[in-house]
C-alpha cells in the first residue's frame, strides 16, 4: 500500500493547487483559456515540454523498446528534439503574433478568418476532437496501467481485486488520474494547467532520472551506477544482441517516422500553450531547451525498456507493452521510492491530459456555441461554465473509451500524430503561402480524413503493429508499376503526401480569398496593384 500511498499524496498537491490558482482566476474566459496572456520564458518551457511527454514518450518508448530495440529512440526521439523546436519556431511565433492581434483563441477561429470560411472551421472542429480522443485515451490508460503495475500485491489482506493480481484494477487508476486532472483543470483553467504543467514537469524529470538509476544498479547489480549501465547493457548484448540495432526496424519505415514529430504543429493544446506567452522573446527559452529535455527523458526509458528484455530484470514473458515500465519500477525500488517513482510517471501522463482537456473546452465554447448563437447573449461567467461543462462530458466519454478493448500506447499515439501530421501543411500554407485558397484548404482536410480512414481500416484499426503502404499485394497487380518503386512506408507518408498533393493542385486552380483579408496576415508583404488600381503601369 506505501507506494499508493504516496501516490495519493502527490495527486492531493495537484488538488491543492488547482484550488490556489482558483484564487487568481479573473473570472473572463479569455483568462480561463490563456491565463490573459501572462505566462514566461520559465512556464511556458516547463508547460509546454510537459504537455508534449505523454504516457506515449514514457509508457510507450519503454514498451516498444522492449520489443522492438534501441532503434525506438532513433524513430522518434532524436528527430523530434529538432522538428519541435522548428515547429515552435516556424509556426508558433507567427500564431502567437496573429493571435494577439486579431484575439484568437483556437485554431479553428485561425483557419476561419484566414480562410473566409465558417463552414471549414465547423469542419475541422469534430476532426481535431476525433484526434485528440485517441491522444487522451494513451494518457488516461497509460496512467491506469502504471498504476495496477505497481500496486500488485497491496490488496492482498483484504482479498480484494484476486483478478488483477490484488492489485488496483487499471480500470480505477484511470478513473483517479481523470478525476484529479478535471478538478484542477476545472478550478485553475489554463493557470492552473499551466502550473500544474510546470509542477508536473520538474517532478518527472527529477524523478525519472532517480528511476534510471535505481534500475540501472538493480539490473547491472555494480556499485557504481556507470558500471551498473556497462554491465546491463553488456548483458542485452549477450542475450539480445538485435535490440542493440535497427535490424526489427525497416529503413523505410525509419525513415518515413521523421514526419511524425511534426504532428505537434497542429495539436490544439500546443496552439493554445503558445498564445499564452507574455511576448515573443519567451518562445527562445523553449526553442534552446526542449530538445535536451527530450534526450533526459526518451534515453533512460528506451534504455530501461533495453534492459528488461534480459534474465535479470526477471519480467515474466507474457508481459504486455504497457506494463514494462511499471514492473521495472516495482521490482527494483524499494515501497516508498517506487511510490515516488510511480508519481513521477503520472506527472508527466497528466501533464498532457489537462491541456488537452482544457483545449476542447476551450473550442467547443468557442467556436460552435459562442459563434453560432453569438457571444452576446452569454457573460463571461456563462461562457467559463460551457467550457467547463464541455471538459466534464470529454473526460466522462474518454474513460467510458478506456474501458473498452484497446491497443498499445504506442500505436495508439502513432496514428493519432499521423492525422495531425497531415494536418500541418495547411497550417504552414496559411502562414506562408498567401495563394492558399479556401477550395485547397477543404481538398487537403478531406484528402487527409479520407486517406487515414482507409489506412486504419486497413491496419484492421491499428491491431496491425507492422502495417506498412504501399501493401505488398498492390505492386502484384496489374497497376502494380505505380507503387513497385515505393519501399513499405509508415502510413503517416501516404497521408501527409495525398494532403499536401490536394491542397497544392486545388489551391493552384481555384481563386484565393480577398486582398483585404490577405493584407490582415500578410502586412508586410509588398502585393502588386491591380491593373484598374495601377493604369501607368508602375511596379
Known sequence: MIPLLVVAGYLALLLVLGSVSNLLFRGTSRDYALASQTIGPVLLLLSLFGTTMTAFALVGSTGRAYTLGAGVYGLL?????????????????????????????TQVEFFRRRLESPGLGLALFPV?????????????????TVLEGVSRGAFRSWGWFPEHDFALPSYLGSLLVCAVVLVYVFLGGMRGT?????????????????????????????????????????????????????ENIPKSVYASFLLIPLSVGMFPHIFQHWLTARRASAFKLPIVMHPIFILVVWAPCVMIGLWATTSAAGLPPEVKENQVLALMVSRFAGPWLTGLLTAGILAAVMSSLDSQFLALGTMFTNDVVLYYFGPEHFTERRKVWLARGFIVTIVA?????????????????????????????????????????????????????????????????????????????????????????????????????????????????TRPVREEVLREFFPSAERPLAAAENPAGVC
Open 77 to 105: 526521439a532524436s528527430a523530434s528534439g529538432i522538428v519541435h523546436s522548428l515547429c515552435f519556431f516556424l509556426i508558433g511565433v507567427p500564431l502567437w503574433r496573429l493571435g494577439r492581434r486579431h484575439g484568437f483563441l
Open 194 to 246: 499551466a502550473w500544474a504543467n510546470a509542477f508536473q514537469t520538474t517532478v518527472f524529470m527529477v524523478l525519472g532520472v532517480i528511476t534510471f538509476v535505481v534500475i540501472a544498479k538493480g539490473v547491472g547489480g555494480r556499485p557504481s551506477f556507470w558500471q551498473s549501465v556497462q554491465a546491463a547493457t553488456q548483458r542485452v548484448l549477450q542475450e539480445n544482441p538485435a535490440h542493440l540495432s535497427r
Open 397 to 509: 466519454l474518454t474513460y467510458l473509451l478506456s474501458l473498452f478493448p484497446h491497443r498499445a500506447v504506442f500505436d495508439m499515439g502513432l496514428w493519432c500524430f499521423a492525422g495531425f501530421t497531415a494536418l500541418v501543411p495547411l497550417v504552414l500554407a496559411a502562414l506562408y503561402w498567401p495563394r492558399l485558397s479556401r477550395a485547397g484548404a477543404w481538398a487537403s482536410l478531406a484528402a487527409m480524413v479520407a486517406t487515414w480512414a482507409v489506412l486504419f481500416y486497413r491496419s484492421d484499426f491499428g491491431a496491425n503493429k507492422r502495417y506498412a503502404f504501399p501493401e505488398p499485394w498492390m505492386a502484384q497487380a496489374s497497376w502494380g508499376w505505380l507503387v513497385s518503386w515505393c519501399p513499405p512506408l509508415h502510413p503517416v507518408v501516404a497521408i501527409t503526401a495525398a494532403a499536401t498533393v490536394a491542397l497544392v493542385v486545388v489551391s493552384l486552380v
Open 128 to 144: 481535431l476532437v476525433g484526434l485528440v480522443i485517441p491522444y487522451l485515451l494513451v494518457g488516461v490508460i497509460g496512467g491506469g
